[in-house]
């Protein structure tokens, strides 16, 4: 049992990690290439709404910060993201619209308890969603250029790496609704690298 406990603490210091830095990556390819091909505005969109309804969530029911520390440093990361990708498609004054529309959900959020109950029962679909919007992006651009495999590559392990609770039937609910979740992650890495195959662009470029 202190081996099963000892393999949880360093899965969820692992993962708080990698959280630290994951869409680092990201940022640093959409910055040396000043262009969004490839890269979804609607699937962030979708990771950013599923990040905020979680934290409001664990917030809104006194959960331990330590529960959901990591999605704060993750929510920061995409509005800069998100702020790089509205200023190379020449929208970056809709950045106020989105944060009118993002900061007047966050309230709705908090009205009535059903409200954030139901919200966090459709999580994990918007987090579907959007690993599908981004792979729907890839499809039509057929240009990963500026997608990082790394972050995907990353993203990938915290799916794995939340499995934190000791318990048989949370493990398995943990199973059920992240696996798939890191099966879309490797289908967009897989994507990105065929697609970088494709353009004849090189290997290492796309981690950093």
Known sequence: ???????????????LFVCMVLKF???FVLMRAKSTTGVSLNSLLLELIGFIVFVTYQMYYD????????????????VILLL??????GSLRQSLIYAVVFVGGWRLLT????????????????SAASKFAQLQCLWRSKDSRQVSALSWALATYTCMGEFNQPTVFAVFLLLLLHSPLSCI????????????????????????
């Open 25 to 27: 990556p990201q940022i």
């Open 63 to 78: 959960y331990p910060p330590p529960t959901y520390l990591e999605y704060p440093i993750l929510i920061a990361q995409d």
């Open 84 to 89: 790089l990708i509205l200023h190379y498609n």
């Open 111 to 126: 009205l009535e308890k059903w409200i954030i109950d139901l919200a966090m029962s459709l999580c994990t679909f918007i």
């Open 185 to 208: 992650n490797r289908s967009i890495i897989r994507y990105t690298f065929k697609f970088v195959a494709v353009t004849g662009t090189v290997f290492k470029k796309y981690f950093f």
């Open 1 to 15: 049992m202190q081996q099963v406990d000892t393999l949880l603490h360093i899965a969820n210091f692992s993962t």
